[in-house]
């Protein structure tokens, strides 16, 4: 059997082995851990992998239909807030709206424009219904402003006549019951058309004017004045006295109130 043969290693041959071995070693790598106790992903690459998934399925979806993701329209609806605050599931129905307004666009301006011109209808209404109110509100203003003339009209009127008839009255020789004036409005004998009749002026006016005409109505008086010159039958001698002493109540309350 040959002998074995021994080659005699060099110095140069041991260096090279040993700058082999440290350049294996330095090029060894061993990836992250995801369960490495400390180690946890960036939000950064959290959210870029989200991004990156919806895109994955909002092509998918526009595919189905037959779109072009990149090249629809689909981005004129948006939501109130960015596809990273949303939920999968509001974010996917945030696909399936804008894949829906897409499809039905035509509708949808049609179902839009028939909105708006409801609503222009209806503002039209509304306006027109506040300018009937607004002029009928003016009508009765002007209404309201011709009866108060009329009204202050027949006082100023029935104030006059009143007075002229007491004049005739105190020149007359022979008094009729059609002759004797009363402080009334509208020919209505009662406490509120006393009033009316009365309170006209100030304060201190109607005093003075609900005093004057207490003398004039007091029994006693309206006896002497008036009633020693009358001249009708039982009946009208009756009337007057009656009106008389009612007037002359009418008037003591006023007094008493004003």
Known sequence: MPKKLNYKKHKKDKERNEHKR?????QEYVPPVLNEEGWTPSDQAY??????????????????????????????YTP???????????YRQYIVNGMYRK???????????????KEKRRKEKAE????????????????????????????????????????QLDEAKVIKSEDIPWP?????????SVRSFMTKGTSEEIKKNVRREQRKYHP????TRVMSRFEGTADEKECVLSRMNEISGWLNELWASV
Not at 60 to 71: I, L, P, S, T, V
Not at 80 to 90: A, L
Not at 103 to 117: D, G, L, P, S, V
Not at 220 to 223: I, R, T
């Open 47 to 76: 959210k870029q992998d989200q991004d990156e998934w919806r895109e994955r399925l909002f092509d998918a979806m526009m595919q189905d239909e037959g779109q072009d993701a990149y090249f629809s329209n689909y981005n004129n």
């Open 220 to 223: 006693d008086k309206f006896m």
């Open 80 to 90: 109130s807030y960015t596809s990273n605050e949303m939920t999968d599931e509001e």
């Open 128 to 167: 027109a219904r506040r300018k009937v109110r607004e002029e009928e509100a003016e009508r009765e203003r002007v209404r309201e402003a011709y009866r108060e003339k009329e009204k202050a009209k027949r006082s100023r009127v029935a104030q006059e006549d009143y007075e002229i008839k007491w004049q």
């Open 103 to 117: 499809r039905h666009a035509a509708e949808i301006a049609a179902e839009e424009e028939w909105k708006a011109e």
């Open 184 to 192: 009334i409005v509208n020919n209505d004998f009662s406490l509120n």
């Open 22 to 26: 440290k350049k294996r070693k330095r």
